[in-house]
């Protein structure tokens, strides 16, 4: 009888952990599929959201997608309330689709109120937005970087996301610090002068340092903003924000030639960027707009461009209104 009666009380007790643990595991799993409330902040953007919160900027669209509230992704402000699913969910999901934990709590608790009122006076509004800043790059006199991708850990002359890479730098070399990775598009000569301008610069991504192997620095691809390739230089990693609307721009009183175009077109137009013979030293500041003048057949105003970073030498502008085609080459000013 003894022995009858351990046996059901072993029986009852494994059961008992059984049902423990699926719900720990169950619990475990809706935890790891929940979705997260979050309110928009002043500097906020979705890639970066996308970035901070789903460890991936570019999962930005499938955010979007999940937020039918948000009209135009690259005007979001704040007090704006997001959902955030996990990010195995939105990987899961086929463009599109909303994601169950989603449906869920649409169908328990309809979303209202989803925009909170703050003062228009806190609101945001980007000249470009962050994505397409990050990308924008830049004129150089010399190379900036400060160290260099040397290899990868599969011997591949191509890095992608979440790879391992070795690297050099004269920066910080511990575990966890973060760099951008550079490189080097063409050298530019003025169009006009043949002078030589420096070399454009695109940042290519991010990498954080994880560790060393026999005294090499060893690191692992964050983000990728372009190609990176072995060879690529590093710059230290600061965040990097927009510039800000005003409501009133200078308009000043300085003159100049294009250079270049991101894209190394001979044309662009509304949306592309390009780069300027004139910067901070001239007096040349972010914010500025500025006439794209032609002078073929005669000279006429042909578009609209706008300060968005400054070096000394040169400066980065979008072409906010574009009559017809602007060339490298062309005039930049006031009518």
Do not use: C
Not at 5 to 23: H, P
Not at 175 to 191: A, D, E, L, N, Q
Request: charge should be neutral.
């Amino acid at each position: 009888m003894k022995k009858i009666i351990f046996a059901i009380l072993s029986l009852i007790f494994l059961i008992s952990a059984g049902l423990i643990m699926d719900t720990i595991q169950g619990t475990a799993d809706a935890k790891e599929n929940a979705s997260e409330d979050y309110v928009v902040k002043k500097t906020d953007s979705l890639w970066s959201i996308s970035g901070n919160k789903l460890e991936d900027p570019f999962l930005w669209p499938r955010l979007w997608n999940v937020n039918p509230h948000i009209r135009n992704p690259d005007l979001i402000y704040p007090g704006t309330r997001l959902i955030i699913p996990s990010r195995e969910e939105l990987l899961a999901l086929p463009p599109g689709k909303m994601p169950l934990s989603i449906l869920k709590r649409k169908a328990l608790e309809p979303l209202t109120n989803l925009v909170f009122k703050f003062p228009a006076e806190s609101l945001n509004k980007y000249i470009i937005d962050q994505k397409n800043f990050i990308a924008s790059g830049w004129i150089e006199p010399e190379f900036p970087g400060i160290g260099k991708l040397l290899f990868t850990e599969n011997g591949s002359r191509f890095v992608d996301r979440g790879d391992i890479v070795y690297i050099e730098t004269s920066g910080s070399s511990k575990p966890g610090s973060t760099y951008y990775t550079i490189k080097s598009v063409k050298k530019v000569r003025h169009p006009i002068t043949g002078e030589k301008m420096g070399e454009q610069i695109a940042i290519s991504g991010t990498l954080e340092i994880i560790g060393s192997d026999n005294n090499v620095l060893k690191a692992r691809i964050k983000t990728t903003f372009d190609d990176i390739t072995v060879g690529d230089g590093l710059l230290p990693f600061k965040e990097i924000e927009p510039p800000l609307v005003v409501d009133n721009p200078r308009t000043p009183d300085i003159s100049g030639y294009i250079i270049e175009s991101r894209i190394n077109s001979e044309i662009s137009s509304t949306g592309n960027i390009i780069y300027l013979d004139k910067g901070s030293d001239a007096g040349v500041e972010v914010g500025d707009v500025f006439q794209a003048i032609s002078e073929k057949p005669i000279r006429r105003p042909v578009g609209k461009l706008q300060i968005i970073k400054t070096e000394p030498a040169t400066s980065t502008a979008v072409i906010v209104k574009s009559a017809t085609e602007i060339s490298i080459g062309d005039l930049w000013g006031q009518k």
